[in-house]
């Protein structure tokens, strides 16, 4: 009997195929999120936007809040820990948090290396842009990936590009002659072994979520649309008008995101979303998606 | 050719239908209850069954998957879809479908830092079965008809009951498509007495 094996790690990520995940800050937000049917919660001191607004640095929730969470709800329960941050990463391994997002949400603890996800029983997740950065996660034992997107604006222009370039590359990459992936790996700065076995498969070797900007079930499918394998949302439910009706919604389109007759149903009155904050007026240093390489 | 469905609320869709057309059988992912009268048999994958049950509800499914279990035909339960057959769960009044007669605990072998891979002895398929469990539930208590076909560390994880079959692990995550080649067998033997 083995722990820990990736098999066990990514087959985590498979389970929650088609869901929706979502940030929540405590107990009574992680049991809306579960009756809405989320298939799993984030378990944080502030959801992305409010982050933005807090500034200073983000770091791990504390500890009292993620043991909150994991008692209330019988879905997984995932937290996050700042890029590079060991200790974070080992503390939130310790209290038996199912999922560590390795995330640019917080303030990155090193700005050269990110974890050996490897050396760890429990899997992680991990932001990507593009292929290269895709593979460099995978390549030190992320589980699962999500794009970056934009996190906290509730704008999902950033999340597209980024789901629409990575899976360009694998296409480029499938249809790539062998004898060519080593130039590719070169030139994206990704592990040769990892484009070798995305090759092979066909796809990506672990699921990729969608991130970073997710406010309303219309987002919500034209991710699953462009071929994420589910959906994580932050600010967008509990910074909604009403947090129930909105979870319950994006859950419903992500399962049908080609049902536009349904999405036009369940998108009838759910009130405001959160405000949404337009790319171009961030300062290059409020961007979140630079952090980590 | 037998077709095979796979419930494609959320979960582990892609696996199963792989597996099964592994098994040489045809596999159609289900989305609507409509799709159900296609099928000879079908499976309720691994996933979240708190939300699988929302959908199932949300959907109208309920009232087409007890009838589908009513006409006979095979179902395939893994992990989440184990605990939506179960006629009682551990720690809740009201079971899902609660077609087949076992008592499921859920993630009962603790949480995602205790999910393991084991080789299991699974009757009348394999000696060495490689299976995945993740955040697993097991079956605390079987029904006088219900044959126990695995355990681990002295608990059920594998168990048929005439047209049912449930798991507590994942057989979709590895190449090993024996227990699924079980199932279809399952379903193959079902049809034919359909017809005799």
Redesign the interface.
Known sequence: MVTGTDRVKRGMAEMQKGGVIMDVVNAEQAKIAEEAGAVAVMALERVPSDIRAAGGVARMADPRIVEEVMNAVSIPVMAKARIGHIVEARVLEAMGVDYIDESEVLTPADEEFHLNKKEYTVPFVCGCRDLGEAARRIGEGASMLRTKGEPGTGNIVEAVRHIRKVNAQVRKVVAMSEDELMTEAKSLGAPYEILLEIKRLGRLPVVNFAAGGVATPADAALMMQLGADGVFVGSGIFKSENPALFAKAIVEATTHYQDYQLIAELSKNLGTPMKGIEISSLAPADRMQERGW | MIKIGVL????????HIQSVEACGAHAIAI?HKEELKDVDGLILP???S??MR??ID?YDFMDALKEFAREGKPMFGT??GLILLAKNLVGYREPHLGVMDVTVE??SF?????????DLAIKGVASDFPA????APHIVEAGENVEILAKHDGRIVAAREGQFLGCSF?PE??EDHRFTAYFVKMVKEAKQKQFV
């Open positions: 494609a609320l959320q979960g582990a869709v892609r696996e989305k691994g996933g979240e708190t939300t929302r959908l949300k992990c989440a859920r993630n603790g949480r995602q830092v205790d999910s393991f891979e084991a995945v469990f993740i955040r994942h995550l590895t």
